[in-house]
């Protein structure tokens, strides 16, 4: 039971580390020299990298993003032990992960909004729900020209997406959990998009 509790608790701040690395801010002062947390929105999230750097490092830093999110769920399903008959491992990990972009360790806490690493939680939890959700976000976004609109409906639905694949509850609850921690997040972008501010995708 101790060992079980232990693997646990290391899974969870490899995760927490992992999405903790600030991937946008690493990149813009790399490039720039400046301090993402500086410009535009202060997020350390793709699309603030965008204003900064263009679209190729948008598309970019979202890749490394999902990537940062996949790959602790993918260890835990893989080589955790704990849980793994009801996903809480990875679910554990998926938490840490979007604890960790949001609220970096390196970054005195502050960080991004943790979409793209979300969804790449989602794909490492269950692919097929994953790369659903990031259509879903990609077609949305691209209509409205809006990345927080695109963002949001598609994170808000991910639990009934991840339910139609049949998925177990507890990744279900994980999306319930994450869809609404994200909108949280996306609150002064609502306040813009309620009063007609908000950029859009040029």
Not at 133 to 143: E, M
Request: aromatic fraction near 12%.
């Amino acid at each position: 039971m101790l060992i079980k509790i232990f693997e646990l608790l290391i899974t969870v701040i490899i995760a927490y580390i992992i999405g903790s690395i600030p991937t946008g801010y690493i990149v813009v002062k790399q490039k720039t020299g400046e301090d993402i947390r500086t410009i535009g929105s202060g997020s350390t999230g793709a699309t603030n990298v965008k204003r900064v750097l263009g679209k190729n490092w948008f598309f970019i830093v979202l890749l490394l993003d999902a990537f940062k999110g996949a790959l602790p769920v993918l260890l835990a399903k893989f080589f955790v032990s704990a849980g793994a008959s009801v996903g809480l491992a990875p679910v554990l990990a998926s938490i840490a992960v979007i604890l960790g972009h949001s609220k970096s360790v390196f970054l005195q806490f502050k960080g991004g909004k943790s979409v793209a690493s979300g969804v790449g939680t989602i794909i490492a939890l269950n692919w097929a729900a994953g790369l659903t959700i990031a259509l879903v976000w990609a077609l949305i976004t691209y209509s409205t020209k809006y990345v927080s609109v695109g963002s949001i409906i598609a994170l808000a639905a991910s639990p009934f997406i991840m339910h139609y694949y049949n998925a177990p509850f507890a990744y279900i609850c994980y999306c319930i959990l994450g869809a609404i921690y994200i909108v949280y997040l996306h609150r002064e972008n609502i306040k813009r998009l309620i009063a007609g501010n908000e950029n859009k995708v040029r």
